[in-house]
């Protein structure tokens, strides 16, 4: 139970910070579009991500730095043009919670939604190496594993569906250009750490 708990708690604190995919997923379950299909593709991408960390992928991944380096700058140059249209969004404005159509149809929000997962080189680094390689001092890891992997599925549902907790606020068009304008800066700091990070 101890190692269960110690990767719960570690892929919570990875995971809880403000990124790309948790501004997609907060902005979909504030629209009601999607949601449970969003919240289940970063859930098993997780997943997938978090048990190849554990059965040793992430130590041979922390070795190959030809791959991390694209990770790097392709995930910069997706973020930084998914936080250039966030930012237009939030220059036009005039748009509202009951607008329909504003995420997109599935198919396209599914295609992004796996971009800004698998595009993104933090994703790597959290859940394949650092949990990789933390998952080393259990014995039992598989246990780690699922701890991680079951915060990863309680804090995208409770986002998603969550979200919806502050419908009132985004039923002013302003409050989602203050949302788009939050969400394009969120991009381009993330696309300018990967690409002036050391």
Request: glycine share 10%; net charge positive.
């Amino acid at each position: 139970m101890n190692t269960f708990l110690a990767g719960f708690g570690l892929g919570l604190s990875l995971i809880v910070a403000i990124g790309a995919q948790n501004a997609f997923i907060l902005r979909a379950g504030l629209l009601k579009q999607h949601i449970f299909i969003l919240c289940s593709v970063c859930a098993l991408s997780d997943a997938l991500l978090i048990a190849a960390g554990v059965s040793g992928l992430g130590i041979l991944v922390s070795k190959a730095p030809v791959f991390l380096a694209f990770m790097k700058y392709g995930g910069a140059a997706f973020l930084f043009v998914y936080g250039l249209r966030s930012l237009l969004n939030s220059f036009r404005g005039g748009r509202f919670l009951l607008a329909k159509g504003e995420v997109g149809s599935l198919r396209e929000t599914v295609i992004i939604c796996l971009l800004l997962t698998w595009l993104n080189p933090h994703v790597y680094l959290d859940t394949v190496i650092l949990l990789g390689i933390a998952s080393t001092q259990y014995s039992q890891n598989t246990y780690f594993a699922a701890g991680a992997i079951s915060a990863s599925f309680i804090f995208f549902y409770s986002l998603g569906f969550g979200a919806r907790l502050l419908s009132n606020f985004f039923e002013h068009p302003f409050s989602w250009k203050i949302l788009d304008g939050i969400i394009g800066i969120v991009m381009w700091s993330i696309a300018y750490s990967l690409v002036y990070s050391s």
